[in-house]
Each structure stands twice: as structure tokens, then as C-alpha cells.
């Protein structure tokens, strides 16, 4: 178990409500990814560069989850992720 505290209201209702077991985190400048062990992905943070996903300069302060991922990564403007049975 880790304790951990991010100041940000999305992620705290999401592991402290949902009881979450976390696989992986990825932090970008300004983003950050969480994926879970039941493989869902949540991201939260700038989406300025597109990093969320959602388009690029698409302004949200919504939690954005992805099912069915396998593997994450981050850099400092920019984040993957492996979808199972995506090519």
C-alpha cells in the first residue's frame, strides 16, 4: 500500500471512492495517466498539446477514462497507451 495525495479533486474521488487498485502512473508536465489493475485508464490534467486525447486545446476539468488498456507512457506534452485489440 502507498499513500499517496495529488491535490486534485478528480483523482482523489476516483481512489478514494472507487477503491482503486493501481497499476501504473504516468505523469506528464501538466497530465497524468492512472491505470488500474482491471486495466481501465483514467487521465486528468492540460490537455493544451492534445495530451488527453480529446483533441488538441479541447479545455475540460472531466476525468477521462479508457477501457480495456494495457500499457501506459508520458512525457512531458504528449502520452500512449496500448488498447487491447487495437491495431
Not at 30 to 51: A, C
Amino acid at each position: 500500500y502507498i499513500d499517496i495525495f495529488i491535490p486534485y479533486e478528480p483523482f482523489n474521488k476516483l481512489v478514494i471512492q472507487q477503491n482503486l487498485k493501481i497499476k501504473k502512473i504516468c505523469c506528464g508536465n501538466d497530465h497524468v495517466m492512472i491505470l488500474t489493475t482491471n486495466n481501465i485508464l483514467y487521465m486528468f490534467g492540460s490537455n493544451k498539446y492534445g495530451q488527453l486525447g480529446i483533441g488538441k486545446d479541447i479545455k475540460t476539468s472531466d476525468l477521462i477514462q479508457i477501457n480495456n488498456v494495457s500499457d501506459i507512457a508520458c512525457g512531458s506534452k504528449h502520452s500512449g497507451y496500448i488498447q487491447k485489440g487495437i491495431v
